[in-house]
């Protein structure tokens, strides 16, 4: 392609609005162009590297079994009545009604699809285990778009669905899914790590995210450098031990005035005792489909209260803080004083964190008052223990007692157990070995195609521009000409652009009439791995200047060493 014919609209500098080096980039580069809020318009360079991106993740599933499928992207309510998920999404579903008055939604996820589908078409064991996949427009409704392509509102999605007969074959397919995003992910040249996570609104459990390493990543990751244990803030665990500073029975309590201190920090200080000798005590509001109901949580000081895993407990609900009238309506005290001791008008849920805790201070629930020297199990009663912390960093590890640090992560692809939960639902069965109908296990396998992309840009790039990956490149050779005036390097040009496409590689050839310095900040924006420069060197000694982009190394090749250059290069790993 004659990048003069190409549209690249590249740009010296970026828009107002990009905050992360990938946005920028992918804008300056012509990759993208902004529709309006969330929407991306993909030019063609841009697509092309998306189509490596997709090419890579269809060649892997294939090999992994899976076949390809293709949903409509609009779906009708009584789908998602019968999953009752058109409820839980809320707005980021987008609703519509055609001329009929009959409501649909955009999907942002296909479950139910494939659900209703399977159940209409498998009903025999001797068709499972299957795994079906597409590569598809999704659209979620984000209230807040941003950063390009890692939060926007439509986007490109590879989702796969697998149905088995048992627990056990999903765990072979679940393995085999884990493997093949690996493969992926490496072949795109991402630096990621694996960790477990919560499944949220699509349900089931057993549940793992591929998270690309990037300081600028929405999530957060715990890590154990020492065993290599890795999860997400919503599911990780740290080994919570109390540390009671007492006698082993505890001290009687203690009713100590304390004016104005409300805070752990304020407790902290006033008691002299660090902030896992306290005892935080949270209203909580848990709003499900049939009831609200609030409840006492009960939480160790220096922790923070997990509200993924907190929902969790509570099959999915809504949970939210009380409002400070609903907290004196229960307890009798505004927030900051409020206890578990002769509370009667709500349950009190612990977390495992004060188990067995002794010597601690907790709330009154009297206004400006503690109790101190307060023990588990003696001085209250807890009706449900949970676990519901957040792990931090220097928190000791679960695993192997190593400890904890974390970074952060863009999240690019996830995987689900998802049990029977839409089996059930789309009433799903298949007659097993003895001829029995049971209904059958699924998993869950996603991947964001332009999240991966816009992760490799965040990964592969410097103050120049993009760094494309061999296997992600749009192309695998740009030809600069450089004096587009002397008919003889032109014609030599368009000759060795013509050896390399013969050769079996994608070239990209700037014969633009432009100043040298404007086409090799072109060059290295757009990020091409191999440059080949013809200019006055060609004229002085018949070689061509050659330069990998990833290190800036530049030599010098005749013709005839140019597709042996690009064969060794693309082929080493």
């Given amino acids: 392609m004659k990048l003069s014919m190409m549209l690249i609209p590249t740009l010296k500098d970026a828009p107002a609005d990009a905050v992360l080096d990938s946005h920028k980039l992918m804008i300056r580069s012509g990759m993208i162009r902004k529709l309006s809020s969330g929407l991306y318009t993909w030019l063609p360079i841009g697509l092309k590297a998306l189509r490596r991106i997709e090419n890579i993740i269809r060649d892997e599933m294939n090999k992994a079994g899976a076949q390809e499928i293709l949903f409509p992207i609009l779906m ?18 987008f609703r519509l009604e055609d001329r009929h008055k009959s409501s649909y939604a955009l999907g942002p996820t296909h479950e139910e699809a494939v659900a209703h589908l399977a159940a209409a078409e498998i009903s025999s064991h001797r068709a499972l285990p299957i795994n079906l996949y597409q590569i598809n427009t999704k659209f979620r409704d984000e209230i807040r778009p941003r950063f390009g392509l890692m939060r926007c509102r439509e986007f490109i999605m590879k989702d796969a669905y697998s149905f088995h007969l048992d627990d056990a074959c999903l765990d072979r397919e679940y393995r085999k899914m884990s493997s093949a995003y690996e493969s992926i992910f490496r072949r795109c040249g991402l630096d990621y790590v694996k960790v477990s996570a919560d499944s949220g609104a699509m349900g089931g459990s057993g549940s793992e995210e591929f998270m690309v390493k990037s300081s600028v990543g929405e999530e957060e990751i715990i890590l154990c450098s020492e065993c290599g244990y890795a999860a997400n803030t919503e599911t990780a665990k740290e080994k919570i031990t109390q540390n009671n500073h007492g006698s082993e029975n505890g001290l009687p309590p203690e009713l100590v005035h304390t004016p104005g201190v409300k805070t752990i920090e304020a407790v902290s200080g006033f008691f002299k005792l660090p902030e896992d000798r306290l005892i935080k005590s949270l209203v909580y509001r848990i709003a499900s489909e049939n009831e609200i109901k609030f409840i ?69 629930n009297r206004e400006e008052y503690h109790f101190s020297n307060v023990s588990e199990g003696r001085d209250f009663t807890v009706s449900s223990w949970i676990e519901c912390y957040t792990a931090k960093s220097g928190g000791a590890c679960i695993a192997c007692g190593g400890k904890l640090s974390t970074i952060r992560g863009i999240e690019v692809g996830h995987v689900f157990k998802l049990g029977k939960k839409y089996t ?46 061999k296997e992600t490149t749009p192309f695998h050779a740009l030809i600069i000409t450089l004096d587009t005036a002397n008919t003889h390097v032109m014609n030599e040009s368009e000759t060795v652009y013509r050896h390399i496409c013969d050769g079996g590689f994608e070239a990209l050839w700037d014969e633009r009439d432009q100043r040298p310095g404007f086409k090799f900040n072109d060059a290295d924006l757009i990020g091409i791995p191999v440059q080949i420069i013809i200019g006055k060197r060609f004229l002085e000694s018949g070689t061509y200047e050659v330069k990998t982009r990833h290190d800036g190394l530049k030599s010098s090749l005749t013709k005839s060493e140019v597709l042996p250059f690009l064969k060794n290069f693309y082929s080493r790993s």
């Fill in 76 to 93: 009708s309510k009584e789908l998602w009545d019968i999953s009752g998920r058109w409820d839980v999404f809320k707005s980021e579903l």
């Fill in 424 to 469: 059930l639902a789309f009433n799903h069965t298949v007659l097993d070995t003895r001829s029995i109908p049971v209904n059958p296990t699924m998993g869950c396998y996603g991947i964001g195609l332009g999240r991966t992309l816009a992760a490799a840009v965040e990964q592969n790039h410097d103050d120049k521009g993009i760094i494309w990956t």
């Fill in 296 to 364: 006492l949580l009960l939480i160790r000081g220096d922790l923070q209260v997990n509200e993924t895993k907190l929902s969790g407990h509570f099959h999915g609900a809504e949970t939210a803080r009380a409002s400070e009238e609903e907290v004196r309506k229960f307890t009798g005290a505004g927030t900051g004083f409020v206890g578990p001791i002769n509370i009667s008008a709500l349950p009190v849920v612990a977390d495992i964190s004060i188990k067995d805790i002794k010597n601690a201070v907790c709330g009154a």
